[in-house]
């Protein structure tokens, strides 16, 4: 029966007809075994499935008929014109000088059980499940079974048939063996599967001379491999990888079979050829080709114009290059081979529970991650693939944030695309059946590209990223110590070290200056109330406090130092009032009076610091007090928020600030700041430096008999606050030079 009687329409789904083209299933009844196939799939999602392809392929076929019906004379004879010119260029470089061979184990699943257990050896058997089937021997093909076949359709066809497990270890195993010997010939051998690869014995027939041929070695392989492991190959000999794996199956099992490299025996080889029978041309290819009146390999050169016009320049190249018999002659090793993805993906039972198929895609997030560090490989793209009950297949990919194989970082790239799938498909809950994950965009772990890019969040938290290495990187400078480093996030904890007044030797590389160290032990007292701290951070806190009239109770000391700095504050304060701001915060004195009751009922130490404080004085309180530690960077904020205008502004920098558009609002510095960042580190390095203590401490002896004793009777509270604020305001008519009080007084 020939090729076109078989596919007249033998079952109502193409996509299941019979391929009679394998090894072993040449001359059976194929109308016959595709109403079988056709009888046991009706009914089941399966079929459904395959109807529905074979729907859109006979859309396609149809269209491409009425395109070709179409064609105009000139429209034909300009594609044969640029046919035969891509023709002519694959014939010129036509390379006929290596000797390629395609070595394909017979049945090999199957053959390796066979091996393990004699009794299978002379009985229908196929390795697989009911769902599938991965191969099946020479016996169980007589009767149709084939690879890629449910099992249930298996048993329709062969009642007899034994179906064994899969064992992908055991396979493995023999498989190494089988490509030990392959290293002898060719140590650059090309592994397509555990069952075949390519090898090119060009240097080993040309450097043994005339005495080895071709054929002897293959013959001579085959045979190592048989004693090695009790299997069969068969293979194929001819100049390209195409022709080769055309050879391989000729003569199975256990057989080879030779193409002569000439230009004329090649083409009167493919004259004839099945264009099934070329690996790239499947079930869907083969029904597209016929559609247009292609059978042969022949057919492919006769219909070149069509085929030009009709199909993509990629796949009309293709066609061309096998009308021709031309392939690839280059044997490409795994290591030398781009790898464009790797993926991974498990079958199982329909179902629909979410924390099932999460717990489901954690083993295959786990196992990929696990592929990609043994492989060294990192990838950007991650993408899902699911295959639902009625074997429809979705699939979606994004993007992560950077290279990786963590397999945290692809699993939540992996969950959110999971999701989304199964929220949006049509059927809730969706039931799967097939789920796979595939990392693509990759890289190797060591590419120099990848050193430069910025971490995730992930790993920074994990504490995986790496120091630095660029050449040239800012160094930062802790102001405390001179420690320098590149790592600004280790600057900041360093300097937090320093603050608690030690420093972590896992931190530092190198020691604090002794000049520093020693001035840190000796300044830790309070300018404004002789405050002793444990540490630098603690009197930095306290001085805080202390400008911001917010007590902390650091220790029992605190009662005498809390009231003279609200007693110095409240004097300040007076003179504040008497500008012409008294209004400004005026809807706030509510709020501060009650601030200043509930301080009263904090804490009995504070009994002194009641003091019957007038609107005034209140007022001035609202616009000084801030309530936080953070009075300079308000102070900042409040004067670049202010509009310039002609009367004078809260702070005047010196003249010699003039030409930068930066200035320290602390030391009014006339260095040139190119940016706030600069501007930042200069002020934390004040700061930091005490420079508010030591001015404040240049004001300390002026202010030390202004400073009443620390307790009084309660009826005299008022006239010690009017005391207070007297002696507070002739120091600071004796100091009004002060940097700090140009600072905080407003311009009159």
Same mark, same amino acid.
């Given at each position: ?613 007038? #609107?005034?004085?209140?007022? !001035?309180?609202?616009?000084?007090? &801030?309530?936080?530690? $953070? =009075? +300079? @960077?308000?102070? *900042? ?89 007297? #002696?507070?305001?002739?120091? !600071?008519?004796?100091?009004?030079? &002060?940097?700090?009080? $140009? =600072? +905080? @007084?407003?311009? *009159?």
């Amino acid at each position: 029966m020939s090729d076109k009687a078989g596919m007249s329409n033998p079952t109502s789904c193409g996509l299941m007809s019979l391929n009679c083209n394998k090894a072993g299933m040449v001359g059976l009844d194929k109308e016959k075994i595709n109403r079988v196939i056709e009888a046991a799939s009706k009914g089941s999602k399966f079929f459904a499935k395959k109807q529905s392809d074979q729907a859109r392929i006979d859309r396609q076929v149809e269209s491409m008929r009425q395109a070709l019906a179409s064609l105009a004379d000139t429209q034909l004879e300009r594609a044969r014109k640029e046919a035969d010119r891509v023709v002519a260029e694959l014939r010129a470089d036509r390379d006929l000088s290596r000797t390629i061979v395609h070595v394909d184990m017979d049945m090999f699943y199957a053959a390796v059980e066979m091996r393990d257990n004699p009794r299978l050896a002379n009985i229908p058997m196929a390795v697989g499940g009911m769902g599938m089937l991965s191969t099946s021997n020479y016996l169980a093909r007589k009767f149709g079974v084939r690879a890629a076949m449910p099992g249930f359709i298996a048993k329709k066809l062969c009642p007899e048939l034994v179906i064994v497990p899969t064992n992908m270890d055991k396979y493995a195993e023999v498989a190494e063996v089988v490509r030990g010997v392959f290293k002898e010939y060719d140590p650059n051998f090309a592994p397509m599967s555990l069952d075949e690869a390519y090898l090119d014995i060009t240097h080993m027939v040309s450097s043994q001379g005339s005495q080895v041929t071709p054929w002897a070695l293959v013959q001579e392989m085959r045979a190592k491999i048989c004693e090695h492991t009790g299997l069969t190959a068969s293979a194929g000999i001819a100049p390209n990888c195409l022709l080769a794996k055309v050879c391989s199956d000729l003569n199975k099992p256990n057989g080879q079979y030779q193409l002569q490299p000439n230009s004329q025996d090649i083409l009167q080889f493919v004259s004839t050829l099945s264009i099934r029978k070329v690996g790239g041309v499947g079930n869907v290819s083969e029904q597209l080709l016929k559609a247009v009146g292609v059978q042969t390999c022949q057919d492919l050169y006769t219909m070149r114009g069509e085929l030009r016009l009709l199909f993509s320049e990629g796949s009309s190249d293709f066609y061309l290059a096998t009308s021709q018999g031309i392939g690839s002659t280059r044997i490409e090793p795994p290591e030398e081979r781009e790898r464009k993805s790797i993926s991974t993906e498990t079958t199982f039972r329909d179902t629909s529970d979410r924390e099932g198929l999460m717990e489901t895609l954690t083993e295959l997030c786990k196992d990929l991650a696990k592929d990609c560090k043994d492989k060294s490989i990192t990838g950007q793209a991650v993408t899902v693939k699911i295959k639902t009950h009625d074997f429809k297949l979705k699939t979606k990919v994004s993007q992560m944030c950077q290279f990786s194989n963590c397999e945290e970082l692809i699993f939540a790239t992996a969950k959110k695309i999971l999701t989304y799938l199964l929220d949006s498909s049509e059927e809730q809950p969706p039931a799967l059946r097939l789920m796979g994950v595939r990392l693509s965009e990759l890289k190797d772990k060591n590419d120099p590209s990848l050193k430069q890019k910025q971490g995730n969040l992930l790993a920074f938290v994990r504490g995986e990223c790496p120091p630095s290495t660029q050449v040239g990187a800012k160094k930062f400078e802790c102001p405390m110590c001179e420690f320098e480093t590149v790592n600004l996030s280790l600057l900041n904890t360093h300097i937090d070290q320093c603050l608690a007044g030690g420093h972590s030797s896992d931190l530092t590389c190198a020691e604090p200056s002794n000049s520093m160290a020693k001035e840190a032990n000796v300044e830790d007292i309070c300018p404004i109330c002789d405050y002793k701290a444990n540490c630098l951070k603690d009197l930095n806190d306290h001085i805080d406090q202390c400008i911001s009239n917010t007590p902390v109770k650091v220790s029992a000391k605190m009662s005498e130092p809390c009231e003279k700095a609200i007693t110095n504050i409240q004097c300040d304060l007076k003179e504040v009032e008497q500008s012409s701001d008294d209004d400004m915060f005026a809807d706030s004195d509510q709020d501060i009076s009650e601030e200043c009751e509930s301080k009263e009922s904090i804490d009995p130490k504070y009994e002194s610091l009641k003091v019957e404080a007038d #609107s005034s004085c209140i007022k !001035g309180l609202v616009k000084t007090s &801030s309530g936080s530690g $953070s =009075f +300079f @960077k308000d102070k *900042c904020s409040e004067m670049k928020s202010t509009p310039r205008n002609d009367e004078k502004s809260i702070l005047k920098p010196p003249s010699s600030v003039k030409d930068s558009s930066f200035s320290c609002p602390v030391c009014f510095s006339s260095d040139s700041f190119q940016s706030e960042e600069d501007l930042s580190t200069h002020v934390e390095e004040c700061l930091s430096k005490q420079e508010i203590a030591s001015i404040l401490k240049s004001e300390k002896a002026a202010t030390k008999h202004s400073i009443v004793s620390k307790k009084t009777p309660a009826s005299s509270s008022k006239r010690k606050s009017e005391e207070i604020v007297g #002696s507070y305001e002739k120091r !600071g008519k004796s100091s009004s030079n &002060s940097k700090i009080d $140009s =600072f +905080f @007084k407003p311009s *009159c």
